[in-house]
């Protein structure tokens, strides 16, 4: 069977803000009812999600064919090559690789709140590293300064917004920084990107 009639199974969480990318980047190309979410608790050692990525880490996606392909930058290439196009992310030249930069640097945002909320999961109280926790957050503020000072076009769904909306939804929804206020025309791209790419609010951890 060819490989794009090929259904997938994605290892995530509906909560996952990397597996959220995953997610919207399949809507946005067409892909989602190829895909079936097979949840994963990335803290249970006998879940098989360690046999499918040593690292643990979600999303990983299944192909019938036995491979499993993560992480999600590597999944989203491969819809992308999937499907054909260069919706999200150019074939080729600098163009391609200044997209590719900037997702990392929204990618970034989001493993540094990660590792704020898993500083708070993983000890305990009174045992958090402070120098820690500022330097995590160092990363996120200057991120967040580079996106207010050259935001995306809203009118445009590539894999930097897709990267970014997801960073920011997970900062709405764990609150390790407040990012609002000091970003204001960030805050007024994610608005109108939300209100107007249907992923978006179809990948909400409670969307019906
Ligand atoms: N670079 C990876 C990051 C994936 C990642 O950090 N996923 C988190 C959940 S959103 C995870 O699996 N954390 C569990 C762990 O680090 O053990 C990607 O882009 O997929």
Redesign the pocket.
């Given at each position: 069977m060819s490989p794009i009639l090929q259904p997938f199974v994605l290892r995530?969480?509906l909560?996952?803000?990397?597996?959220r990318?995953?997610r919207m980047a399949a809507q946005v190309l067409g892909l989602s009812d190829r895909i079936i979410l097979m949840p994963?608790d990335?803290?249970d050692e006998a879940d098989t999600?360690r046999e499918h990525n040593p690292?643990?880490?979600?999303?990983?996606l299944l192909l019938a064919d036995g491979s499993v392909l993560?992480?999600?930058?590597?999944?989203i290439e491969f819809m992308q090559e999937l499907v054909g196009g260069e919706t999200l992310v150019p074939a080729r030249g600098l163009a391609r690789y200044q997209v590719l930069t900037r997702a990392a640097l929204a990618?970034g945002i989001?493993?540094a709140a990660?590792l704020l909320v898993?500083e708070k999961r993983f000890r305990d109280p009174g045992t958090y590293s402070e120098r820690w926790l500022a330097h995590q957050r160092g990363k996120i503020t200057r991120a967040l300064a580079a996106f207010e000072n050259n935001p995306p076009d809203a009118g445009k769904t590539d894999l930097v917004a897709i990267a970014l909306s997801c960073a920011l939804g997970?900062l709405d929804w764990r609150r390790p920084v407040e990012w609002r206020g000091p970003h204001p025309r960030l805050a007024a791209w994610f608005a109108e990107f939300a209100a107007r790419e249907p992923a978006f609010e179809n990948t909400r951890a409670d969307a019906s």
């Open positions: 995530s969480t909560t996952s803000p990397f597996g990318k995953v994963a990335t803290l999600l690292l643990g880490k979600i999303p990983c993560y992480d999600s930058r590597v999944i990618d989001t493993d990660l898993y997970y």
